[in-house]
């Protein structure tokens, strides 16, 4: 079982539409979350970061964290084809060593 | 800033050939990571080192696999002999970690490897 599951899509959704991707995780000790964008050929660059439970908002995006469950959120209201990309989750204990879920390949249709 | 810098963006080689990817960090970072893409397995981390010393290999998928850090600005990801799997996208990356650890990761644009 990997440390991160991730569904990798692809997800297609017309402009507008409120966007939700998700992660699960097994390890309890993960304690900083984040959510990186990567855009075709490019690398990843980060978008959202949360540490411990809870939510947090960035204008369109918001980041949900449920540790009770390992659940991890992205939310994504008024979607744009400029959201068109590849959405990783990534979480640390803490130490040096960020574990990546597979991504979720994101199109939104104008 | 010129961000993580690597090179080459590309390579074509044949199997059995020596293959050197090389990355020069954001200046001031003083961690470095090497991670591996592919659709299979997604993206997963190869080896990463801190103040230049190497922290932990365990990701390193085989003895044909070596990487260096001579300095703060240098790394090089060297795979020999290189096989038809180690196809893939490597990046680099590099980050700040300092105290409570938070350290985002400042990727670079990748070196595309295709080995025939």
């Known amino acids: 079982q990997k440390e991160v599951e991730q569904d990798p899509g692809p997800l297609s959704v017309p402009e507008g539409a409120i966007v939700s991707l998700n992660c699960t995780y097994s390890?309890?000790?993960?304690?900083?979350f984040m959510w990186y964008r990567q855009y075709s050929r490019k690398g990843p660059e980060l978008l959202m970061y949360?540490?411990?439970?809870g939510n947090k908002e960035d204008g369109r995006f918001t980041a949900q964290v449920d540790k009770s469950s390992k659940y991890i959120s992205l939310f994504i209201r008024d979607s744009q084809p400029s959201d068109s990309a590849t959405y990783l989750c990534?979480?640390?204990?803490?130490?040096?060593?960020?574990?990546f879920g597979a991504g979720t390949r994101l199109f939104v249709k104008a | 800033d010129a961000g993580v810098i690597q090179s080459p963006r590309h390579e074509v080689t044949e199997m059995g050939q020596e293959v050197t990817l090389r990355c020069k960090p954001i200046?001031?970072?003083?961690?470095l990571f090497w991670y591996r893409q592919t659709m299979m397995r997604g993206l997963e981390l190869l080896i990463y080192?801190?103040?230049?010393?190497?922290?932990?290999d365990s990701g390193m998928p085989e003895d044909r696999f070596s990487a260096k850090m001579p300095n703060a600005s240098f790394s090089t990801l060297k795979i020999q002999p290189s096989e038809p799997r180690d196809s893939a996208v490597y990046f680099c990356?590099?980050?700040?970690?300092?105290?409570?650890?938070?350290?985002?990761?400042?990727f670079g644009e990748g070196s595309r490897l295709t080995v025939l």
């Open positions: 200046s001031g970072h003083n961690s």
């Open positions: 990534a979480t640390h204990t803490g130490g040096f060593k960020t574990i």
């Open positions: 080192f801190n103040n230049n010393v190497p922290i932990d």
């Open positions: 990356a590099s980050s700040y970690r300092d105290s409570p650890n938070t350290g985002e990761l400042f």
């Open positions: 390890n309890s000790a993960f304690q900083y």
């Open positions: 949360t540490y411990s439970s």
